[in-house]
């Protein structure tokens, strides 16, 4: 199991945010680290109060 510093999870956090509003999975991608991981560390991000987009979860269109 890779750790990573604080610092590290950070940056990629303020990847997620606006201006820039990276997908979780691009940054998965760019990184080589699991959409899990990601979504643990946006998750204690929000946990903190720091405001993210979306809701954690993954949408679906739906066709209307």
Request: aromatic fraction near 6%; glycine fraction near 6%.
């Amino acid at each position: 199991m890779a750790c990573y510093s604080e610092e590290f999870k950070e940056s990629i956090i303020q990847k997620i945010m606006p201006p820039n509003n990276v997908s979780v999975s691009q940054l998965a991608r760019d990184h080589g680290i699991s959409d899990a991981t990601l979504y643990t560390w946006r998750k204690k991000a929000l946990s903190q109060g720091i405001p993210l987009p979306g809701n954690g979860k993954k949408s679906r269109s739906v066709d209307t």
